[in-house]
């Protein structure tokens, strides 16, 4: 049982460069998550997906977009990647609706730099 | 006006010590609150929640709710070296799927 795998661990891009980030859960949660962290700001939503088959735009959209795969995989991709996306990037997962429970299981981060 | 507010620290403690973090927030829709730790270099850890407003305790650790406040804590008695990270606080509404979190504190606890 992995829980939350996401690769890569590390990556560097240049500016206008693409890439997509990915993400996978064994726990066979319906929920999955897409945060960036940066100094002094926490952790804010990029996108999440509340279940299979439909994603929502959180805090921090612009300049990315995101594909629910199937239940265990959810990808962020950069399209044209600027210096000001450089930050860590945890996916996360959770079982469902917060009633049922509101725990997020995070994965162990991307750091992405772009210069 | 930030939904969660959090204070960065950075607090240093000697071993033993009772420590006490906290957040503040202004949604009155929020009803779930946890409270995750975070290593260097690691991706966030949970390490209590509580439903609404009350107390809860586990082992060393007690996290509390203050809905009227809108205020939130959490204690750490007898801490510990290995308690040396970032603790983040987290809300989120009842029926919701949008954690808001706070910028963490860093704590570092001194042998």
């Given at each position: 049982?992995?829980?939350?795998?996401q690769?890569?661990?590390?990556q560097v891009l240049?500016?206008g460069q693409?890439?997509t980030?990915q993400?996978a859960?064994?726990m066979?949660?319906?929920s999955?998550?897409?945060?960036?962290?940066d100094?002094?700001?926490?952790?804010?939503?990029?996108?999440?997906?509340?279940?299979?088959?439909t994603t929502?735009?959180g805090?921090?959209?612009n300049?990315?977009?995101?594909s629910r795969?199937?239940?265990?995989e959810?990808?962020l991709?950069?399209?044209?990647?600027?210096?000001s996306q450089?930050?860590?990037?945890f996916c996360?997962?959770?079982?469902g609706?917060?009633?049922?429970?509101?725990?997020?299981?995070?994965?162990p981060?991307?750091?992405?730099?772009?210069? | 006006?930030?939904?969660?507010e959090?204070?960065?620290g950075?607090?240093?403690v000697?071993?033993?010590a009772i420590?006490?973090?906290n957040c503040?927030?202004s949604n009155?829709?929020?009803?779930?609150f946890?409270?995750y730790?975070?290593?260097?270099?690691k991706?966030?850890?949970l390490?209590?929640?509580?439903?609404s407003?009350?107390?809860?305790e586990?082992?060393?650790?007690t996290a509390?709710?203050d809905k009227?406040?809108?205020?939130i804590?959490?204690?750490?008695?007898d801490s510990?070296?290995?308690d040396?990270?970032t603790y983040?606080?987290?809300?989120?509404?009842?029926t919701?799927?949008?954690?808001y979190?706070?910028?963490g504190?860093?704590?570092?606890v001194?042998?």
């Open positions: 049982n992995a829980g939350v795998t690769t890569p661990k590390f240049k500016t693409s890439m980030l993400c859960q064994d066979n949660h319906n999955m998550y897409w945060y960036r962290q100094p002094g700001m926490g952790l804010r939503l990029i996108y999440y997906s509340a279940s299979e088959g929502d735009k805090e921090v959209p300049g990315y977009n995101v795969l199937n239940k265990r959810f990808s991709r950069l399209e044209s990647a600027a210096p450089t930050s860590v990037y996360a997962s959770k079982r609706r917060s009633y049922l429970s509101p725990e997020q299981y995070f994965g981060g991307t750091r992405l730099t772009v210069t | 006006q930030k939904e969660v959090q204070d960065p950075p607090l240093s000697p071993e033993g420590v006490s973090l503040t927030y009155s829709a929020f009803q779930y946890m409270w730790r975070q290593y260097s270099r991706g966030p850890e390490l209590m929640y509580t439903y407003s009350g107390n809860k586990d082992g060393r650790f509390q709710v009227s406040s809108k205020y804590s959490l204690f750490i008695r510990q070296p290995s040396s990270a983040l606080c987290a809300m989120s509404a009842n919701g799927n949008q954690f979190f706070g910028t504190t860093s704590l570092t001194i042998p």
